[in-house]
């Protein structure tokens, strides 16, 4: 069975920074366009970026040059670098892995980041 892993939820002031990590296993990680997404209350769940197995990324308008996604694949790691963070920002975040063969997809557990004075 899948399993993604998460790890670097917390509650830090605005302008900070966090870096978030979700590894990989049971998976052809090269097969797997990795993302992370968010959820804030009353919400939809939202893309905040996506890399693909060969480093293409793609960002959500919001998050466009504060927030870094990179992946180890040698690691099966997947990682999202939050830096000047906004109360906004504030939201469950989940690391997903996508099949680019199959469209199947998978979850991690999903970790509160919270952004507050």
């Known amino acids: 069975q899948v399993q993604l892993v998460e790890s670097g939820g917390d509650l830090v002031q605005p302008g900070g920074s966090l870096r978030r990590s979700c590894a990989a296993s049971r998976i052809a990680f090269r097969l797997y366009t990795m993302g992370w997404y968010r959820q804030a209350p009353g919400k939809q769940r939202e893309l905040v970026a996506s890399i693909t197995f060969g480093g293409s990324t793609n960002y959500a308008d919001s998050v466009k040059g504060r927030f870094t996604i990179s992946r180890d694949n040698a690691q099966t790691t997947v990682y999202l670098q939050m830096n000047r963070l906004k109360p906004e920002d504030t939201a469950v975040y989940y690391c997903?892995?996508?099949?680019?063969?199959?469209?199947?997809?998978?979850w991690g557990q999903g970790t509160q980041v919270t952004v507050s004075s």
């Open positions: 997903n892995g996508a099949s680019v063969a199959t469209g199947n997809e998978h």
